[in-house]
């Protein structure tokens, strides 16, 4: 089975996940009246399962929905000691080194993962573990927040492999990385 480590997110145009309070109201800021998921469920569908950081989990538990992943999620956490009973056998706590942690869940038959969260992803892309990236654009400049990327210890390529426009005025890229 091919392994792959993708990551789908939106970003201000200006490259936060999420604003100076932490907030992501703004991702609702462009009038979506049909809730076009943009790839979402599709994406969804051809992961295996979810890696998480803690606060993305805290994040995703605090909204006023149902568990919204029908994929076994691995929280990234070194402080959370156990998983909210309410999300015992949906989600799982791991933590170590990055590639510990992937044999881990590779052992458990679950190959394709979808990354998520903003110090998990930088972290995973410092160790040179993303293989391909699909970015929503939201055309806000949030002036400061929680950036996508950061500092890398070597310059890593990727390719454009689709560029697409939603609702008229958002922007989908996906990279893929070169090796
Ligand atoms: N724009 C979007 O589409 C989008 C998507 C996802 C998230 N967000 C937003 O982004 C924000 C969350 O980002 P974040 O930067 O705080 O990061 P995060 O990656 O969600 O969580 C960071 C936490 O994950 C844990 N962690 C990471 N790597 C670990 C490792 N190897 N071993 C053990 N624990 C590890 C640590 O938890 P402990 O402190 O418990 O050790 C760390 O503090 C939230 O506001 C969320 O709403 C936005």
Known sequence: MNKKNSVFIATSLDGY???KNGGVDWLHSIPNPDNDDMGYLEFTN???AIVMGRTTFETVCGFDVDWPY???????S???????QS?????????????????EIYAKGLFRLYIDGGTTIR???KADLI?????????VLLGGGIPLFTELPKSLD??????KLFLGKVVQNRFVRRR
């Open 78 to 84: 070194n402080t959370l000691h156990e998983i909210p």
């Open 46 to 48: 051809s992961i295996d």
């Open 70 to 76: 029908t994929k076994p999620v691995f929280v990234l």
């Open 131 to 139: 293989d391909e990236m699909i970015i929503t654009t939201i055309p």
């Open 87 to 103: 999300y015992k056998g949906k989600a799982y706590l791991v933590k170590g080194k990055l590639t510990e942690i992937l044999e």
């Open 158 to 163: 990727f390719e454009c492999a689709a560029a």
């Open 123 to 125: 972290n995973f892309l």
């Open 17 to 19: 996940i999420a604003d």
